[in-house]
């Protein structure tokens, strides 16, 4: 039972890890600094996607079901097994990681607009704070 839970929570983990790759990005238009956590996410989605390397996840799910006494996942990994002709077609693969990398590189746009803008304006400018009374003009102090 608890190897199952442990196996259910990789998988959890491994579908909000992807949502993040894919939509993350857009948190970094209201939180700027959260696009360097997304680049890395979506840097590791890249390289795990193009089979240099075994995803953790993948690793530690199937470990959890073989203690568990289930079947380890497909050999291919997540995607194949839980997402691909699952929750669509296997022909439109290509077109829908084509969109999920539009969807990335969309959502970078804002905050790096905002960022090359910042540098082109340079440093903010901070107002000046308000003169006390006695340093105004027309302040007299005989008047106090």
């Known amino acids: 039972m608890g ?3 442990l196996a259910d929570a990789a998988m ?3 579908f909000a890890f992807l949502a993040y790759v894919v939509l993350g990005g857009f948190a970094a238009w209201r939180w700027p600094r959260m696009l360097w956590p997304h680049l890395a996410a ?3 989605g890249l390289i795990v996607i193009t089979g240099s390397i ?3 996840l993948t690793a530690a799910e199937n470990w959890a079901r073989e203690r568990a006494g289930e079947n380890r996942m497909a050999t291919t990994g997540f995607i194949d097994h839980y997402i691909e002709g699952v929750l669509y077609p ?3 693969t290509t ?3 084509l969109l999920a990398a539009a969807c990335v590189l969309a959502s970078w746009t804002v905050p790096l607009h905002r960022r090359r803008t910042r540098k082109a304006l340079g440093p903010p400018k901070t107002p000046k ?3 006390p009374a006695r340093d105004r003009p027309g ?3 005989a008047e106090r």
């Open 129 to 131: 704070p308000d003169r």
């Open 54 to 56: 075994e995803c953790p």
């Open 3 to 5: 190897y199952r839970i």
């Open 95 to 97: 077109l829908l990681q």
């Open 139 to 141: 302040f007299d102090t």
């Open 12 to 14: 959890t983990a491994h």
């Open 90 to 92: 296997e022909r439109f």
């Open 42 to 44: 979506a840097l590791w």
